[in-house]
């Protein structure tokens, strides 16, 4: 299933990454049927951002490291919790790769942009009364850089690879990662309020429908 040693990583047979992408797919049905305590409504807003960040990192590729993925990872988990936050890396990994092309890497992508969304389910982004905060985006564009960067640099590893070699293989990437951070900062600045409003798009309807349900309930 997997056979030498390539520039990600070990080359995944056809068969494995069929089973590894079909895996993950049912992982992202299952995260997505599966109830949460949390009581907005997020379908449609999560597949809408399923479909921008994977069409943005699609037409974004010829720029190093530069992609909205992170920060939008970022948004979902903070605002619709770890669960849909693994769930919406799951499904943009799966469908960006599609045209960008899957391999061993595919696996390391999205543990780390959902490690980057559980995280952000702790570490929120967004006030108590659920409203979105740039500073804390911000400041997410930083931390989530680290994070998702040495769990993808894992990919390249193999038997044969020394504690120094990956060090120096970190210390090489270094310019790559700023080059992800100063995009975080421009995708946050620039489209983070925008981003947020796909994201509550069904809010107001959702609390009419719920003014009304209660005041039927009172007659």
């Given amino acids: 299933m997997l056979s030498a040693i390539g520039t990600h990583g070990p080359t995944v047979s056809p068969v494995a990454m069929m089973l590894l992408n079909a895996t993950f797919f049912f992982v992202a049905v299952w995260l997505l049927v599966k109830p949460q305590y949390k009581a907005e409504t997020w379908l449609w807003p999560l597949f809408i951002f ?18 909205p993925v992170t920060i939008m990872a970022v948004m979902v988990g903070s605002k619709f919790g770890a669960q849909r936050g693994i769930a919406f890396a799951i499904l943009v990994t799966l469908a960006s790769n599609a045209i960008l092309g899957h391999g061993w890497w595919s696996l390391f ?111």
């Avoid at 921008?52 to 974004?60: H, L």
């Avoid at 925008?194 to 798009?201: A, D, I, Q, V, Y």
């Fill in 50 to 67: 399923v479909g921008i960040a994977a069409g943005a990192r699609i037409a974004m590729s010829f720029i190093p490291n530069v992609m």
């Fill in 109 to 219: 992508q999205i543990i780390g942009w959902a490690s980057v969304a559980v995280v952000a389910s702790m570490v929120r982004v967004h006030d108590a009364e659920g409203r979105l905060s740039l500073n804390q985006l911000a400041f997410a564009s930083l931390w989530s850089v680290p994070i998702f960067s040495i769990i993808v640099s894992f990919s390249i590893i193999d038997s044969g690879m020394s504690l120094i070699e990956f060090g120096l293989y970190l210390a090489n990437g270094l310019l790559y990662d700023m080059l992800h951070f100063l995009g975080n900062i421009f995708f946050a600045m620039w489209f983070g309020q925008w981003f947020e409003r796909l994201l509550m798009m069904n809010q107001v309807q959702h609390r009419l429908v719920q003014q009304e349900n209660e005041h039927v309930s009172t007659f």
